[in-house]
Structures are given as C-alpha cells and as structure tokens.
C-alpha cells in the first residue's frame, strides 16, 4: 500500500503515516498561475493499493484536490484507490428538508465514485445515513476509540458526572458515552430559527451538583455548545466540559468560547486548525492512530468492528 495527502491536513495524514511504519508518499500539488490545481504522483502506484487523506472542509479547493487525485490514481493504473476522509464536508445538507435546495452529501459521494474510489473511510458523520449514499464499501468511525480514555481521566459517576447532550441529533451519541463511562444522561430539546443559529427550549434530565460534559459531533460556530453550557450551570452543574470530533470553529466561535461558561474544550484532529484558532481551553487529541490502525485491517482483510469492542 502507499499512503498520499491533499494539502487539507497534513500533519494529521503524517501522523497516520507514522503509525503504520511508511513514509508519506511523494505527489506533486500546486496551482497554475491562473489557480487551477495541478496534480501529478511523482512514484510508480500501479497495482498499489493507494490511499488518498483529505478532509473535505472548506476551502472548497480540498474536495477538487481529492477529486483529482483519485482520477489521477485511478489513471496510473492503481489496484485500489481508497479514500480517508476524517471530516466530511457537507454531511450536515444530507436530505432535502425545503423546497429548491440540493442533497450536497450525497452529490459529493457521487463524486468520488465518478472519481474511481473504491472505499472511503470517514469518522463520526453528522447523518450515519449518508453511507447509503454510497455504493461501494463505506468504514464509519468512531472518535470515542480515542476519546475514552481521556474521558475516563474526569473520574466520574452516576452522582458526580452527567453527559448533557445538546441537541436531539446527538442524543444517540451522549447516551453511548453515558454508558460507557456509568454516569447519567440529560438532554436539551433545541429550536433553530435559522442555519447556525440554536436556542434552549427544554432541559430534560438533573444537572444539580454535577460536572457536566456536552459531547456532539462537531462545533461550528458554538453557539448550540454555549448555550447548552449556559443551561447547564444555570440548573447547578458544577464544571462544563465540552467535547466533540470535528474542530470546524467557523465565524464567532472562538470567541464564544473564550467567555463561555465551559471550562475545557476538547477536540479531534480531523480538521487542521491555524494557530489563530488555539485558545488556553483547547485540548486537541489525535485520532491519526485510530484511522491507521483502519488502514492497516483494510489491507490485511481483519474486521474493523473489532477496534470499537477493544
């Protein structure tokens, strides 16, 4: 096998490259000078099982790069061409909930299968459903392989800990958490007026004298985090701690945190952050390992159900 990357993250994908023992592989990204991107393997992939690491977040410019480095690969005669996707970029516009909008997720996974892919491996999607949009095999990751133990360090119970998740969409998610790590489940019954924009409508669950932590999929602009972190302590919590997957952290959200009741934000890796973006709460764990030991069971043929029950 030979592992590539875009430009989109890549100190996440030498992190997986790391892992697995091998070097990055060498591919030629650049633009011409009217901006158009240029895409060339500068080493033999034929019959190479070839895997491309690209998150697809904005700039839009990551999902062409993708795009070409398949075809690219795809055209150099590659065994199999996969695609790891620790972020995927529009899973959030998964259904047509009004008139005159498109279902971006699933245009973007048709694509990557014009594009030649042959697998796409992702982690923690906003809609899990969206891997119906695919047809050919789909590897759903879950962050928590990695967040656990971190978690486990809050050293909390039935009594002292509460996961609060903060919208419905997340409820499954909290409640998972909640098990493993034995302590109580709440949940807010959210309103959103308008796209990135939430507000608090109902607490159901007992946060009184309870460190408190608000786990979701993601945070953008963290507003429906700090308002569920407002709640919170407005009905006794002790301590808010905030967690999630994907650092989007677009628009006001820095500064929403920075004067946020929360007292820890802690965040994958599966977006590259610049370090405008860092802020004494920030915690940032890696999830590089989790996808390479993916990676390694694609290529030996083992299950990768196996890594949730480990």
């Known amino acids: 096998m030979k592992i590539f990357t875009g430009n989109s993250n890549t100190q996440f994908a030498e992190g997986v490259a790391k892992y697995l023992g091998i070097p990055l592989g060498k ?3 650049r633009k011409f000078s009217d901006g158009e991107l240029y895409v060339a393997f500068d080493e033999n992939i034929r019959n190479e099982e070839v895997f491309i690491i690209q998150s697809t977040n ?3 410019e990551n999902i062409l790069e993708l795009l070409l480095m398949l075809d690219a690969a795809r055209r150099a005669s590659a065994k199999k061409v996969i695609a790891v996707v620790p972020y995927f970029g529009y899973g959030r ?30 982690m923690d999607l906003h809609s899990p459903q969206i891997q119906g949009f695919a047809n050919v095999p789909f590897d759903h990751l879950y962050s928590s392989i990695a967040l656990m ?11 002292s800990g509460c996961v609060l998740a903060p919208d419905v969409g997340s409820a499954k998610m909290s409640q998972a958490y909640a098990k493993r790590l034995n302590v109580s489940f709440a949940l807010i019954d959210k309103r959103r007026p308008k796209a990135n924009e939430a507000k608090v409508a109902n607490l159901v669950g007992d946060l009184n004298n ?15 985090i700090c308002n569920a972190a407002d709640t919170a302590i407005e009905n006794g919590a002790l301590s808010v701690s905030a967690i999630a997957t994907h650092p ?4 006001p959200a820095i500064d929403r945190l920075k004067k946020s009741e929360i007292n820890k934000v802690i965040l994958c890796d599966t977006i590259s952050l610049s370090p405008d973006k860092y802020f004494d709460k920030l915690e940032i764990i890696s999830v590089s ?13 083992t299950s990768l159900s196996s890594m949730f029950k480990e």
């Not at 978690?151 to 039935?158: P, R």
């Not at 932590?213 to 429906?224: E, K, P, R, S, V």
């Not at 989007?248 to 628009?251: H, I, M, P």
């Open 27 to 29: 591919v030629d990204l």
């Open 58 to 60: 904005p700039p839009a």
């Open 93 to 122: 516009q998964d259904r047509k909930d009004k008139p005159r909008v498109p279902i971006s997720s699933r245009l973007l996974i048709d694509l990557l299968s014009v594009g030649g892919v042959d697998r796409i491996i992702t």
């Open 149 to 159: 133990d971190r978690l486990k360090k809050f050293n909390l119970d039935e009594q």
């Open 210 to 224: 309870k460190h408190v932590l608000i786990i979701d999929d993601m945070i953008d602009t963290a507003g429906t």
């Open 248 to 251: 989007v952290l677009s628009g």
């Open 289 to 301: 390992n989790v996808f390479g030991e993916a990676i390694k069971r694609v290529v030996d043929g």
